[in-house]
Structure formats: C-alpha cells, structure tokens
C-alpha cells in the first residue's frame, strides 16, 4: 500500500484559496489518488479523486504532477463551513488490495 | 441515497462485557470496513470484509473479531471490553473492483467503556 505524507494542519482565512499538498512517493501504476472530508461528529464523505493532471468538480479541483508522487487538493475561496479534516488516500483500480487506509489528515481550520 | 447505518449512535459498556456494534448497508456494496477514530490519531483500520464470510485484519485487529454472514450487514465484537477501546466507531461501504472506489461512511457509534 502507498503511504502518503500530509500536514497535520492548516489555517486560512475566509475567502482564501487552500491548497493542500499530499506525499505519495510510492505510488503505483494502478492506484488512484482519492481525498475524502470530515466534519465533526461525522464520517468521512468522498469530494475528488484523479490518476492524473488536473480534475475539478464543485467542490475542489485535484493537481497530481506527471510523476504522479504528490498531489495537491485546492479549495476555492473557503468559508467556514470548510473548517475540517481532509484524508489524502491512494488506492488500485484492481483486485491488488481492498484496503482502505486512511492516515492522520489534515486540520484545516478557517478563520473568520 | 447510499445509506450506511450503524445501530448505536452512543454506547456505554461495563468493563468485560460483550459488545456487539452492527452495521448495515443498502448498496449491495461488496466491500465493508471497521475503523476507529481517537483524537490525534486519525480513523485507524481494525477489519474489513470483501465478501460475504470473508474478512482480514486492518491495522489494529486486536482485542476485536468481526462476522459478516449477510453482504448488507458487517459487525465489529469486542470479546470483552476494555476501557482503552473507548472510542468512535464507524463503518463504511464500498463496491468492489479495488480499494480506490468510493466508500460511505455511517454516522458513527462513539463507545464509552466504564
């Protein structure tokens, strides 16, 4: 399983561009680069996920380079409701792992 | 709506006791997972299932078992509770075909053991 490497927080202020950067040095051909988003008191809830260059939804967009060993989640001018944890995950497109690994995330806290 | 339900939002067990936390998905996922979540410490894998009577070992299997005899329905056992499994449980779903699929997570069961 790829580790990955993320901050463990982060602080912005309102209508601010966050970007937050994931480590995953050991990325294999078949993986796919997934972030998921936790409120408190719930569990995580999936926002993006890519293989490569750039992909965008009405969430965020996810940059991944072309060696595919980080990748970096952008959230557009954040509000506070935006205050969470953010899970960097890197998971295969086959039957090598059914693992689902989340690591520590990041604390991304908006500030009024 | 793809629903994940635990059947405890909150629990509180006695010190050796049995506890049962049960999960049910709507999605005919292949795929069920068991975490818990400990401040500083991120949502640590303890099993998961890919198949009906399947299960392996995430990161933290011990002191816990898990059964999964129906696809819908995955449950976590604490043999006997300890005060240091104190903490959030949550299951999630997935359907098959890899681990970058998206998975869904329930609303969490947060187990107090006095």
């Known amino acids: 399983l790829a580790k990955t490497t993320q901050p463990i927080s982060m602080d912005s202020y309102e209508g601010q561009e966050v970007n937050i950067t994931c480590s995953h040095n050991n990325i294999a051909t078949n993986d796919y680069i997934t972030w998921y988003q936790q409120f408190p008191s719930q569990g995580p809830r999936f926002i993006i996920q890519?293989?490569?260059t750039k992909v965008t939804n009405e969430v965020a967009s996810l940059f991944i380079p072309a060696d595919r060993k980080s990748s970096t989640l952008s959230l557009p001018r954040v509000s506070l409701s935006d205050t969470a944890v953010y899970y960097c995950l890197v998971g295969d497109d086959g039957a090598g792992s059914y693992q689902l690994t989340f690591g520590k995330g990041t604390k991304l806290s908006v500030i009024p | 709506d793809v629903k994940v339900t635990q059947s405890s939002r909150y629990l509180v067990k006695r010190t050796g006791e049995k506890v049962f936390l049960e999960c049910v998905q709507d999605?005919?996922?292949?795929?069920m997972f068991w975490y818990r979540q400990d401040p500083g410490l991120g949502l640590r894998l303890i099993y998961f299932s890919y198949d009906v009577k399947m299960k392996e070992k995430g990161d933290i299997p011990e002191g816990y078992s898990v059964s999964r005899e129906k696809k819908e329905r995955f449950s976590l056992i604490l043999e006997s509770a300890s005060t240091n499994q104190t903490s959030m449980y949550l299951c999630?779903?997935?359907?098959?075909?890899?681990?970058?699929?998206?998975?869904?997570f329930g609303q969490g069961t947060r187990l107090t053991v006095v």
């Open positions: 890519g293989y490569k």
């Open positions: 999630a779903s997935s359907p098959g075909g890899g681990s970058h699929t998206e998975a869904f």
């Open positions: 999605m005919d996922h292949e795929n």
